[in-house]
């Protein structure tokens, strides 16, 4: 939903002229469930669901100046458009050549990615069974993975947390990414190989889910989390 957020409302229009395109039929697009307007959003991470959407931020003769697969909370979006903002103003400049520009734009790539405050790296833990899929088809072979070694002991012990550790945050991954993609036409934009990570296809049931992402027990089970004993009882901040 951050695209209807008031702060990211203000900044597309003023600063940006909006348009969409259908991928719906593009080899590189995502399968998931159905989701109708009138569903269930649920809390994500960052760069979750890179093969359904990709935010292009472009010049207006179609340079790309940035790129943000997936979903985004608002804050962070805020702070990719600001950043694709000053690409602009960078492939605009007169006083340099277009190879400079293009080594400017490389290196601000991946300083900007160290700049990011530790509450967007947080954010921006890939998802679980993204890990996994990367993990266990393409160990090797995935820009996504941080540490091989640690990520077959995550596997072999069923680690979750280890797991998140032998991977790059998708924050990283995005600006790596961008880095040596420098002022590409959108016309020449690998889309599918810059979006591909994780699975491009899976069902995680969002309309299933309460608000924080929770899927209810199957019959006969109880859930105890922080003295909640059963899926009946609360439901957000309603009771039911």
């Not at 899929?133 to 979750?160: C, G, H, W």
């Amino acid at each position: 939903m951050s695209l209807s957020n008031e702060l990211i409302l203000g900044k597309l229009q003023s600063q940006f002229i909006c348009g969409t395109k259908d991928i719906a039929n593009e080899p590189y697009c995502g399968v998931s469930g159905r989701h109708e307007p009138s569903g269930k959003a649920i809390r994500t991470t960052n760069g979750a669901g890179p093969h359904n959407l990709q935010l292009f931020m472009m010049a207006p003769d179609g340079t790309v100046l940035h790129c943000l697969p997936g979903f985004w909370a608002p804050s962070d979006l805020a702070r990719e458009m600001d950043f694709g903002l000053q690409m602009h103003q960078l492939w605009k400049d007169p006083s340099l050549s277009v190879a400079q520009k293009k080594q400017v734009f490389q290196r601000a790539q991946l300083a900007h990615q160290h700049a990011h405050p530790p509450e967007m790296v947080t954010r921006s833990n890939m998802q679980g069974f993204d890990q996994k899929f990367e993990a266990k088809n393409r160990l090797y072979q995935s820009d996504t993975v941080k540490n091989p070694n640690m990520a077959i002991q995550a596997l072999q012990t069923n680690d979750n947390k280890l797991l998140k550790q032998a991977f790059k945050t998708t924050d990283q991954i995005v600006h790596e990414r961008m880095a040596s993609r420098p002022f590409v036409p959108y016309s020449q934009f690998d889309v599918a190989v810059f979006s591909d990570y994780g699975r491009q296809k899976y069902e995680k049931h969002e309309d299933d889910r309460d608000m924080l992402g929770r899927l209810p027990p199957k019959p006969g089970k109880q859930m105890r989390n922080k003295g909640v004993a059963t899926y009946g009882r609360l439901r957000g901040n309603n009771r039911v």
